[in-house]
């Protein structure tokens, strides 16, 4: 057992070990990713902020440089949705990445192609639901509208109705309890149904019209505040999601609640830990990625063949390139699939199992294996890849946990581990604990985010 001293100075809780100069330090840190999630609400909006952080870092986009050296800081931005970040390294590239990677995509609500309709003298813009949601917890709270509409003409334009204090926000209405009887004996799945999750857009007819008045009034909105018309809703990405700003949370402001922290806490962090990097052994990468909420499919999602041909380049741009140092750059590498853990809640004990679960303060969680039903679908980490993970970690008095996603056969998840996994390169989960795990609002200990990064910035400092 470990003497008193030694519990003292390495706490399981890391609150315990912040000096008060260090507390000060993680509340900022802090304050600036709720800032972060606050403003950057898609995975497009994400990718445009990181992009230009980076450029303040000195990061140049990947097509814009003739030739790479060591020291050099590029980016590839992948339709705008989804980026990786090199930082090149002494080594020659064959000889491995270190890789932080996250996603940028959240669950919300995406308006269809062709969404509005008026009934009963309500504008209504009907929905498909992105990602696993518990559609019930949608209704009734206010909601923004982010995304862009392109024209045929090419034009992209920026909508964002209902985050300044000033905007109207949008909303999906909910049955009033005192009719809600025969609503309330059905199961929590269909209690409110997919199909219903319609956004009230508004309710002020136009004047002098006849049919659907109010639907163009809307229009007549939307056409002089954005100039697009309702035709152009075809080819467009528009977001339903939960307005307003992430805030602190318990009276003790140990914690933050906010929207899309899955996975943007671990996104943020990643760059962040890149950005404190202005030299390297091996190239360190930072990959943001979209889709991971649906199955990282598509040419945004890790599935897409986007990082293997970004490695391709970047070999091509150094002088190194042949398809065999392709594979063995990617082989090489080491990762951290960093994505966001079930955190411990006392109100739903029954579905953890407390030795193996992430709790709030403990630190950056790491699961060995993600998965259901006898971790199927999991990336399972090699222990002596994590061992060596473990000695960084200490070496750097990062405070950290292990854990799995609830109690065996509770359910489970997936992440993009095992897609890295099959470049045969030693990756494993990692990430910052949540509670309220795809509702609107989520939860994180602040002391979790900033233990993350620290992390991060170990994992590739020592690798
Ligand atoms: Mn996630
Ligand atoms: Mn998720």
Known sequence: MADKKEKKSNPKNAWLKYSAAKLKEVMAFTDEYKDFIS??????????????????????????????????????????????????????????????????????????????YEDSEIALLDTHYYGGVKKYQWVATPMAIHGIVVKKDGTAITVTIGEKESDPVVGISDLLIHLAQDQLQKKGA???????????????????????????????????????????????????????????????????????????????????????????????????????????????????????NAVAEVL??????????????????????????????PNYPSVFEKKNSAFFGRGLCFN???????????????????????????????????????????????TIAYIMGNYAMNVIDSGVAVQNMHAPWEVTSRADVYEAYKGYVAFLKEM
């Not at 091996?282 to 909420?293: I, P």
């Open 39 to 116: 403003d950057n609400k898609t995975e497009r909006e994400c990718t445009s902020a990181v992009i230009k952080r980076a450029e303040s870092f000195g990061y140049k986009d990947f097509y814009s440089v003739k030739s790479l050296k060591a020291g050099d800081k590029v980016y590839f931005n992948i339709m705008g949705k989804a980026l990786a970040l090199f930082l090149i390294g002494e080594k020659p590239l064959e000889e491995g990445m270190k890789i932080l990677g996250a996603h940028i995509d959240s669950p919300r609500l995406d308006l269809k192609q062709n969404p509005l």
């Open 190 to 308: 269909t209690v409110v149904e997919g199909e219903d999750l319609n956004v009230t857009f508004g309710s002020m007819p136009l004047k002098d019209e006849d049919k659907d008045a109010v639907k163009a009034n809307v229009l007549a909105i939307l056409k002089k505040k954005y100039d697009f018309e309702e035709d152009d809703f075809a080819s467009a990405e528009l977001e339903i999601v939960p307005a307003g700003r992430a805030r602190g949370y318990g009276l003790d402001n140990s914690m933050i609640i906010g929207y899309g922290q899955d996975d943007r806490v671990c996104a943020y962090t990643s760059a962040k830990a890149l950005f404190e990097m202005t030299s390297i052994d091996r190239t360190a990468v930072c990959l943001l990625v979209d889709k991971e909420e649906i199955g990282s499919v598509g040419a945004t999602g890790m599935h897409s063949r986007f990082f293997e």
């Open 316 to 345: 091509d741009k150094l002088g190194q390139y042949s398809e065999l140092h392709v594979r063995r750059a990617l082989a090489n590498s080491v990762m951290l699939s960093s994505d966001v853990s079930a955190a411990f809640d």
């Open 368 to 414: 060995k294996y993600t998965g259901s039903r006898g971790k199927s679908g999991s990336n399972d980490a090699s222990p002596e890849f994590y061992a060596k993970i473990r000695a960084a970690l200490d070496k750097n008095k990062v405070t950290y946990q292990t854990a799995e996603l609830g109690k065996v056969d509770a359910g489970g998840g997936g």
